[in-house]
């Protein structure tokens, strides 16, 4: 298969209705980028008159009063993150920050609606090439246009996809919010600890605290599952997608490393670095750079001690802490083991991780909402440019 048809399938542009006309990249943006002066993170301000967007997953990077380095033309734009492969749709005034961010304009809007245009770029197969440039294979795609009132048409129904997903991802954060405001109100701040509770390490808290292996194991397709940093998130273990590997590597693995049901995994290096979540298998798995917190049940309940190591401020005061900063960071199990939390009683931690259970049951029902969503968004995104959305 050709390179380019792994961006997009290039045979079905030869199957588009005949009203459709097929332009190359060049053909309907121009790229702006050159010119404008580019902003360093070390210039962001946290608020300011003008937005400085970057080729990062927030829509707004920070702010600037530099007014006049404004990005030229007119509202709307399309940015691109030459890195990291992120389309963002502008329709305000901003200056662009440094490294990676492509600012792209529609030439001719007799034949061509941006939204539309943005939603193609996002149905895009980029091939993530790490941080190397992209706009390469962004620049080779083929860019398939009905008529103005079509394409139109088709943005309106992408809008409304995409706003239904959004309004999903956002439901689900206000759970998360609510678990750490309940926190708040049971325990207070567990970096300054107002309400005085007795603090312990996690070396007195727990009956064993470990670590995965640290070497790379062969991956397959099938076999044992192999849990990484990666498949780490606050409060979640992404079981389904892992990695898996050999039962002869499990067992050498798992004899030193054995997560069960309950225990906390606490990533310790690289990835989703110092973040918490609770193993809800039953079944053996192996891990890789993720450490194993089994904690005394007497002591601690696992949802309390997840909120802790989860908190951004408890994270904060662990890197100040242990002089930890740059890209590769990293928490030895000494570290660990030394690392000093809230301990106040056992029945009012449970009461917190039954109250958390209530905000959880809704959230899985919002997490099947989003599932819905982000399904029908594909679905549409994939008929869309193609003539199956008329």
């Known amino acids: 298969m ?36 580019k902003f360093l993170k070390s210039d962001f301000l946290v608020e300011g008159k003008i937005a400085i967007i970057d080729q990062g997953k927030d829509l707004i990077a920070g702010y600037t009063n530099e007014e006049n380095e404004i990005v030229k033309g007119q509202p709307p734009y399309i940015v691109f993150g030459d890195h990291t492969r992120i389309f963002k749709f502008i329709d305000f005034p901003f200056v662009m920050g440094a490294d990676g961010t492509k600012v792209f304009k529609v030439k001719d809007f007799t034949i061509s609606n941006e939204k539309y245009l943005f939603h193609f770029l996002n149905s895009l197969n980029i091939p993530n090439t790490g941080y190397n440039r992209h706009f390469k294979y962004l620049k080779s795609t083929k860019i398939p246009l009905p008529p103005l009132p079509q394409q139109q048409k088709i943005a309106n129904i992408l809008d409304a996809a995409v706003t239904l997903k959004q309004n999903d991802k956002a439901l689900i954060a ?60 606050p409060f979640e273990i ?19 490393c054995n997560p069960e049901y309950g225990d906390i995994l606490y990533t310790n290096i690289g990835v989703n ?23 005394k049940r007497e002591s601690l309940n696992g ?12 994270k904060d ?23 000093n939390i809230l301990c106040p009683n056992l029945e009012l931690q449970n009461q917190f991780a039954a109250r958390v259970a209530l905000i959880e049951q809704q959230k899985a029902i919002a997490q099947k909402s989003l599932e819905k969503s982000e399904a029908l968004c594909n679905s549409l995104l994939q008929k869309a440019f193609n003539g199956g959305l008329t």
């Open 174 to 233: 206000k759970y998360d919010a609510l678990t750490q405001a309940l926190f708040l109100e049971m325990f207070g701040d567990p970096v300054s600890n107002p309400k005085g509770w007795e603090m312990k390490s996690l070396n007195d808290l727990c009956n064993k605290i470990t670590d995965g292996t640290h070497d790379t194991p062969k991956r397959l397709t099938e076999g044992v599952k192999f849990i990484t940093g990666k498949h780490i998130r």
């Open 273 to 295: 670095f110092a973040t918490a979540a609770m193993n809800t298998v039953d079944y053996e798995f192996s891990m890789k750079n993720v450490a194993l917190l089994k904690y």
């Open 2 to 37: 050709m390179e380019s048809n792994f961006i997009q399938d290039i045979s079905a542009l030869k199957k588009l209705p005949k009203s459709w006309n097929v332009f190359d990249f060049g053909n309907v943006f121009t790229d702006i980028s050159g010119g404008n002066k």
């Open 317 to 339: 005061r662990l890197k100040r802490s242990f002089g930890i900063g740059g890209a590769q960071q990293f928490l030895s199990l000494s570290n660990i083991k030394s690392i």
């Open 303 to 314: 949802r309390f001690l997840e909120s802790i190591l989860n908190d951004e401020f408890f």
């Open 238 to 256: 992404d079981y389904e997608n892992s990695d898996y590997v050999t039962q002869e590597v499990h067992n050498e693995i798992y004899r030193r």
